[in-house]
């Protein structure tokens, strides 16, 4: 298989694309972070308490309570938008060694590799579309730090992919 122009410079000379994707884009109500968005409720309704308060003293200091609200909307709903716009800029590509997870949003793009070897640990989250993860990586720093599963999310080709990525691992050096 030739490679692509847009690939050129990115595979080694002994790489060849298997399979190419995109998650589904569909916005989802997502659950793995349910204190951030326990502190989003709690964020937008203490500023509502805050500015109706405030509000009573006259003048415009109540618009303050503003900054806090849509901190806490982003946090109890705007990221589910926002996860689903990432999903839309995210496109996946299996080759024979690795997979690329790339991203594209607000003009930057961002390319991220991961090695499939023979210890790599292969998650399949079945349901409709299913999540495959192969990588986890630790976000965020002391107690505020936390596990992120990396994989391919929300795809149609679920068996197929988790076929070619058992079939890497064992022709894996």
Same mark, same amino acid.
């Given at each position: 298989?030739?490679?692509?122009?847009?690939?050129?410079?990115?595979?080694?000379?002994?790489?060849?694309?298997?399979?190419?994707?995109?998650?589904?884009?569909?916005?989802?109500?997502?659950?793995?972070?349910?204190?951030?968005?326990?502190?989003?409720?709690?964020?937008?309704?203490?500023?509502?308490?805050?500015?109706?308060?405030?509000?009573?003293?006259?003048?415009?200091?109540?618009?303050? /309570?503003?900054?806090?609200? /849509?901190?806490?909307?982003?946090?109890?709903?705007?990221?589910?938008? @926002?996860?689903?716009?990432?999903?839309?800029?995210?496109?996946?590509?299996?080759?024979?060694?690795?997979?690329?997870?790339?991203?594209?949003?607000?003009?930057?793009?961002?390319?991220?590799?991961?090695?499939?070897?023979?210890?790599?640990?292969?998650? @399949?989250?079945?349901?409709?579309?299913?999540?495959?993860?192969?990588?986890?990586?630790?976000? /965020?720093?002391?107690?505020?730090?936390?596990?992120?599963?990396?994989?391919?999310?929300?795809?149609?080709?679920?068996?197929?992919?988790?076929?070619?990525?058992?079939?890497?691992?064992?022709?894996?050096?």
């Amino acid at each position: 298989m030739s490679i692509p122009s847009e690939w050129q410079g990115i595979l080694d000379d002994d790489e060849d694309i298997l399979w190419q994707g995109q998650p589904d884009g569909t916005l989802r109500l997502d659950m793995s972070q349910p204190m951030g968005i326990a502190m989003g409720v709690f964020f937008m309704g203490f500023s509502v308490f805050w500015m109706n308060g405030a509000s009573k003293a006259g003048g415009i200091f109540w618009m303050f /309570g503003l900054l806090f609200f /849509g901190i806490g909307f982003f946090n109890a709903i705007g990221v589910h938008f @926002w996860k689903a716009y990432l999903r839309r800029t995210t496109y996946y590509t299996l080759t024979n060694k690795r997979a690329l997870i790339a991203t594209q949003t607000f003009g930057k793009r961002v390319l991220k590799s991961y090695p499939i070897t023979k210890s790599t640990l292969i998650e @399949w989250e079945d349901a409709d579309p299913a999540t495959i993860i192969f990588a986890r990586e630790t976000r /965020g720093s002391g107690k505020n730090s936390y596990e992120a599963k990396i994989g391919f999310e929300y795809i149609q080709d679920d068996k197929k992919v988790v076929t070619m990525l058992r079939k890497i691992q064992k022709e894996a050096a």
